[in-house]
């Protein structure tokens, strides 16, 4: 099992919040300045920018300022060990399941009587 040394703690942290969650899935499309990130969501840009800190702090955006203008953009590698982890998950349930379903069918294919 992979040691991700805390780094998927602080993604799964950021990405509890449905603002910061709404944030990553614009990114998805492509990089945005914080003003543009910011227009759909009620709040400040104080705000906004605290989100922005939090999905940095963990690696999930990067953000860049030209001039006067920050330009957000989503870190995919990031992304992706989140997404790994998932599916890892996923596929060790599956497997259990699946066991569980073949110990609770007899030879002839019919449920077990007695139940659980």
């Known amino acids: 099992m992979p040691n ?3 780094s998927l703690d602080r993604v799964f942290h950021a990405l509890a919040d449905g603002t910061r969650r709404a944030m990553v899935e614009r990114l998805i499309r492509g990089p945005v300045s914080v003003s543009e990130l910011a227009s759909p969501l009620e709040m400040s840009l104080p705000a906004v920018t605290q989100h922005i800190q939090v999905l940095e ?3 999930l955006v990067r953000s860049e300022k030209a001039g006067r203008v920050r330009t957000c953009r989503i870190e995919p ?3 992706r060990t989140a997404e790994d982890w998932l599916a890892g998950q996923r596929t ?3 497997r259990r399941l699946d066991r569980l379903g073949d110990y609770l069918l007899d ?3 019919t449920p077990e009587q007695g139940g659980l």
């Open 77 to 79: 590698d990031v992304l």
């Open 92 to 94: 060790s349930w599956e």
């Open 4 to 6: 991700y040394g805390g």
């Open 57 to 59: 702090a963990c690696g």
């Open 107 to 109: 030879d002839s294919g």
